[in-house]
């Protein structure tokens, strides 16, 4: 259900992976503690690479990889954690009790959650939708607000991220 906040959906071209990398870095500073981005599209649609470019603008070095047998991948930044889960090999959402699923989502933690639709019951809610899908030989992103938090922080995408 979209939140009644003013704030539209957004979509943007990604010809090219620097473009999906660019999207993750404009998001970056705008996800505040508490923010919950659910993640989706097929496989090869970029779903970690937008990640990456979210966790490459928040400072994090070293690789960043898709957290595909682990679950859940933790980045510490000092004043926040983010939490990148890829949930692609669940095999039932009850699972996620088993990791401790409720501990990650707080008000100190952003939380980037790949595969949302396998942990469907077990995850909260979330305030922005990210939906990736290969078009021509890029992609493209549709960018949902789904709180009134997604909300603000599509209005301010917009105004950063404008196309000509």
């Given at each position: 259900m979209?939140?009644?906040?003013?704030?539209?959906?957004i979509r943007r071209e990604l010809p090219e992976e620097?473009?999906?990398l660019?999207?993750?870095?404009?998001?970056?500073?705008?996800?505040?503690?508490?923010?919950?981005?659910?993640?989706?599209?097929?496989?090869?649609?970029?779903?970690?690479?937008?990640?990456?470019g979210i966790l490459?603008?928040?400072?994090v070095g070293g690789a960043v990889k898709s957290p595909t047998f682990t679950l859940v991948e933790p980045y510490d930044l000092g004043d926040r954690q983010i939490y990148h889960f890829d949930l692609y090999r669940l095999a039932d959402?009850?699972?996620?009790?088993y990791?401790?699923?409720?501990?990650?989502?707080?008000?100190?933690?952003?939380?980037?959650?790949?595969?949302?639709?396998?942990?469907?019951?077990?995850?909260?809610?979330c305030d922005l939708e990210v939906t990736l899908e290969v078009a021509g030989g890029g992609r493209s992103a549709i960018i949902q607000p789904r709180s009134d938090k997604g909300g603000r922080i599509c209005r301010?995408?917009?105004?950063?991220?404008q196309e000509p």
């Open positions: 979209r939140p009644d906040n003013g704030a539209e959906t620097a473009a999906t660019k999207l993750g870095a404009a998001l970056a500073p705008l996800l505040e503690g508490g923010a919950v981005v659910h993640i989706q599209g097929e496989l090869g649609a970029g779903k970690t690479t937008l990640c990456r490459r603008a928040l400072g959402p009850s699972e996620l009790e990791i401790g699923i409720d501990d990650y989502f707080g008000e100190r933690q952003v939380c980037l959650v790949e595969w949302p639709g396998k942990g469907e019951g077990f995850l909260p809610d301010e995408l917009a105004i950063t991220t």
